[in-house]
């Protein structure tokens, strides 16, 4: 069984400039979640896509985007990025988007805008 | 607003030694889930312990066990004979019943000494 892998592991971006993070979700889950977590604070939700449809959203302009593809894995999406975009994105895979079902997550990747 | 507080920002404990960490959350629903993460220095969140709110016995899994007090909102994570491993970043947090959007606190950094 092969776990929640991201990619890449680190990345560095200017200001302004547009940003693509992948994610591979556990070998059966249909579910996604992504969150970005800033340095010692805690993870804060983004998004979920569930069976590639958004399935809730967190408290991030549009300009953070998303997709689901029909294999599960996920893209996540930044537009016109700020230097408060930097952080570590995780993303998180699921059987089912509901609490009962445990989410699993990635490494990480750790994105720093100059 | 839900939210989710975890007001200890560094424990440390020797080795062998027992440590709760505390954590308390704002909610007006009546159904959700608990859980704490645990995230070690490799970044990777793994989870601890789960508590589901219309359960009124504590969650336990292994070393680890909960002391969850609906009615004070209160979510406390016990760690009997702590061990070097268990040296992380733990977070609280709170999912409603009905979303798969986990609200995390802001963590307490847990160092244990030999």
């Known amino acids: 069984e092969t776990g929640v892998t991201q990619s890449p592991t680190h990345l560095i971006k200017t200001r302004g400039q547009q940003v693509t993070l992948r994610c591979s979700s556990q070998?059966?889950?249909?579910?996604v979640s992504w969150y970005q977590q800033a340095l010692g604070q805690g993870p804060q939700f983004i998004f979920q896509?569930?069976?590639?449809?958004?399935?809730g959203r967190g408290n991030f302009p549009p300009r953070f985007s998303g997709l689901q593809f029909p294999n599960y894995s996920s893209e996540l999406n930044v537009n016109a990025l700020e230097l408060d975009d930097s952080a570590l994105y995780l993303c998180?895979?699921?059987?089912?988007?509901?609490?009962?079902?445990?989410?699993?997550f990635g490494p990480g990747t750790r994105l720093t805008v100059l | 607003a839900q939210t989710v507080t975890q007001s200890q920002p560094e424990m440390s404990v020797q080795e062998a030694e027992t440590v709760t960490l505390s954590c308390t959350y704002d909610?007006?629903?009546?159904?959700?889930?608990l859980f704490w993460y645990k995230q070690p220095p490799s970044r990777q969140m793994i989870l601890v312990i789960r508590?589901?709110?219309?359960?009124?016995q504590n969650a336990t899994e292994n070393r680890f066990s909960v002391n969850f007090q609906k009615a004070a909102k209160s979510f406390s994570l016990k760690i009997s004979d702590s061990q070097l491993g268990d040296t992380a970043m733990y977070f609280c947090?709170?999912?409603?019943?009905?979303?798969?959007?986990?609200?995390f606190g802001q963590g307490t950094t847990l160092q244990v000494k030999p």
């Open positions: 998180a895979s699921s059987l089912g988007g509901l609490p009962r079902n445990e989410q699993f």
């Open positions: 070998s059966g889950h249909n579910t």
């Open positions: 896509y569930y069976r590639e449809e958004e399935n």
């Open positions: 909610t007006s629903e009546n159904n959700y889930y």
């Open positions: 508590q589901e709110a219309y359960k009124q």
């Open positions: 947090a709170f999912n409603p019943s009905n979303t798969g959007k986990l609200i």
